[in-house]
């Protein structure tokens, strides 16, 4: 630590803006201009310390070939069936990119239709929506260039696995649906942004438009759109037998909340039926279609979820029906197969899976192999198989598949893994938040430890966003644990693990609640004596960067130290950048009063605090970020370098051509996880 290389301090400008009266500077708003030179010298500067830094560190090196060698298994998603064939995206280990291939059975590999891998040298161009044709001579796919939300769907030819000239760009999140003929496939996407950045396009004004296959896309069809609400948003899918098209407006994605509209496929030209008029709270989600009456999935008046039904016709629908009604543990992702409903539900945020036939009377639990996560579903009414995506911290992502007539389970794809897993365990406890509530906290560990406060220990959390903290499998974690490290995952307010009540508890003005509740886990790992305030770090990505940001300035003397990834963290002007304004009804606007106070009373840029002593902190980022801008990664690290009192290194480190997460190669993933978990190490276990 006392090789460091010498602090940079950022020009400060003399910016402040009156919020309601309070005037709050922002000396740093030119950090927020990623067209800037000034703002690319400063992050090459930037880089160039880390690099400095992470130079010095033995153990560097050493992570990268390891977390090299633990990534090199290969891995496979549930088959999905279409016209004959299985598709499967496989990854050998390495690849940058998974690889679709399809089988006509379940015991071979098959061809290869798609391998990104080709379409970029480093392996930054990834596959986002996907959809093969009803008969299986077309698959549609949108391709995410460096990370970006922004997409351009193209057209593969499965007969002669030839490009069609198909191009089509300015989506975001799209689904891509086929009609019945494969003459065309409805997309949403929308105007040409004509900004002079990734970071400085806005995703207005959504439409639905029609593609014919073989135009070009100025003479696609617009099917739906609202000028009168440009922050709208809409997506069209079918049931699977092609008989319904359905509309889903949206206008968020804080809450389950929008309307629901429906026609018949044949006939392009009709109107939109209602199913759901206004925005439901809750939301309405098509689960499918059997005999013309739609199941629907919804959490209106159902905080832990509930399926009903509803009869369709060319004249309307009828009444709702409760199929599933409303329980006591949250059901997740219901899907329908084998005309049956598969639904999933969390018990203390771990999967049951349950079956159960239309009229709601459960049939069967499916056996999973351990206290884990189902991760996907691949099922189809018209099939007598299911394939269950199942993971946990120590269960590697594995494939089930389950036989509806036999009523067995399987195992259709194993990883194998060099790693002795079977050393390890993970365990399940509960810590006491601030307010008197109990949250679950996954712990996995060597099984022969000693609770004498030495281990090195790595907190991790979300909270918020309905995302529920279940077990997951991470490759990447493996190094932690081999070198004596504790990984421990919270479940914070914020998610559904306990319905929407515990989402409500963690957003808006009960913000709050969600970094107490992940304080109190730091605490509690103290206190049982796993661990010790030196040896105890944090992590969280995106709105858990925004969580690590908070528990930093209100609690910096807890931490031994920070990791601050992809993070939202100025919270008075987050919404005035692409995606942000979406995330209104989570985090309130600091344009309402009301909802100025908390904000500005947790926003993490706003409160560091001068002539503290901050732990070690990495604050992690990257360039064409365009779902959470950089800029406000870039405004906390300048604050933090220039508040602190102490010698512990703080850094920025800006991902070169990547986003938010989504897609990002296996490359960077080594590089970017060797980089972090050397950090931690250097400053909570001495190595």
């Known amino acids: 630590m006392n090789n460091l290389p010498k602090r940079r301090q950022s020009r400060r400008e003399l910016v402040i803006d009156n919020y309601h009266g309070t005037p709050v500077a922002d000396p740093y708003r030119w950090l927020e201009d990623d067209t800037s030179p000034e703002v690319q010298q400063w992050m090459d500067e930037q880089n160039s310390d880390f690099l400095v830094y992470m130079s010095g560190l033995p153990e560097h090196e050493r992570l990268k070939t390891r977390l090299t060698d633990l990534w090199h298994y290969a891995k496979a998603t549930a088959p999905q069936y279409n016209a004959g064939y299985y598709y499967t995206w496989r990854n050998n280990g390495l690849q940058n990119q998974p690889v679709l291939y399809r089988s006509s059975n379940l015991d071979d590999m098959g061809e290869i239709v798609l391998d990104p891998n080709t379409l970029s040298a480093d392996g930054t161009v990834a596959v986002i929506a996907r959809s093969v044709s009803p008969n299986g001579n077309y698959f549609a796919y949108s391709l995410s260039t460096s990370g970006s939300d922004w997409q351009e769907i193209k057209v593969l030819n499965l007969n002669t696995m030839e490009t069609c000239p198909d191009h089509l760009r300015h989506s975001k999140f799209t689904r891509i649906t086929w009609l019945p003929d494969e003459s065309g496939f409805y997309y949403t996407r929308y105007p040409d942004p004509k900004a002079s950045t990734v970071l400085a396009a806005q995703a207005r004004n959504s439409m639905v438009c029609f593609h014919s296959l073989g135009q070009d896309q100025s003479a696609d069809a617009i099917i739906h759109n609202d000028p009168d ?72 008046k159902a905080p832990f979820g509930k399926v009903v039904s509803m009869k369709l016709s060319k004249e309307g629908a009828s009444d709702l029906k409760t199929v599933i009604p409303n329980g006591t543990e949250m059901l997740e992702f219901p899907t329908m197969a084998n005309n049956q409903l598969l639904c999933v539900s969390l018990h203390h945020a771990i999967h049951k899976v349950k079956i159960y036939d239309l009229k709601g009377n459960i049939i069967k639990d499916i056996d999973l192999p351990t206290s884990g996560s189902v991760n996907g579903l691949s099922a189809k009414n018209s099939r007598t198989e299911c394939f269950i995506e199942f993971a946990s911290f120590l269960y590697p992502a594995t494939v089930l598949r389950y036989d509806f007539e036999t009523g067995k389970t399987s195992t259709w794809f194993v990883p194998k893994i060099d790693f002795p897993l079977d050393e390890y365990e993970t365990v399940q406890e509960f810590c006491t938040s601030k307010d008197g509530t109990q949250i679950p906290l996954f712990i996995t560990r060597k099984k022969e430890f000693i609770k004498d406060s030495s281990n090195p220990t790595h907190l991790y959390g979300y909270g918020g966003f309905s995302v529920n903290m279940t077990p997951s499998f991470s490759a990447s974690n493996l190094v932690w644990l081999e070198r004596g490290g504790i990984y421990v995952q919270a479940c914070t307010r914020g998610g559904l693990e306990y319905g929407e009540d515990w989402h409500r508890a963690g957003m808006l003005e009960s913000k709050q609640n969600v970094f107490d509740d992940f304080i109190a886990a730091g605490e509690y790992l103290i206190n049982e004596k796993y661990t010790s305030r030196e040896k105890l770090s944090i992590r969280g990505g995106s709105n858990g960067g925004l969580l690590t940001g ?35 009804g989570e985090y309130g606007c600091a344009e309402d009063a009301k909802e100025f106070e908390f904000l500005y009373k947790y926003s993490p840029l706003h409160n560091v605090k001068m002539n503290t002593v901050y732990p070690p902190t990495l604050v992690m980022t990257a360039d064409t970020d365009d779902r959470v801008v950089p800029g406000q990664a870039r405004k906390f690290a300048a604050t933090l370098l220039a508040a602190d009192a102490g010698d512990n290194p703080i850094y920025i480190r800006i991902e070169k051509s990547a986003g938010h997460g989504g897609g990002k190669p296996v490359s960077k993933i080594i590089e970017s996880s060797a980089d972090m978990f050397a950090f931690l190490l250097a400053n909570t276990a001495g190595i």
């Not at 908070?550 to 692409?578: E, K, N, S």
């Open 229 to 300: 609400n440009p922050d709208y948003d809409f997506s069209v899918h079918s049931d699977e037998d092609k008989n319904w098209l359905f509309l889903h407006v949206s206008a968020g994605t804080t809450l389950m909340r929008n309307k629901l509209f429906y026609r018949p496929m044949a006939d392009m030209d009709s109107q939109w039926l209602p199913i759901a008029e206004e925005f439901v709270e809750g939301g309405y989600y098509v689960l499918g279609v059997v005999d013309d009456i739609v199941y629907i999935y919804t959490q209106n």
């Open 550 to 584: 908070a528990c930093l300035t209100q609690r910096p003397d807890l931490f031994g130290a920070v990791i601050v990834q992809v993070p939202v963290l100025d919270m008075l002007r987050y919404h005035l950048f692409t995606a942000g304004r979406y995330w209104t």
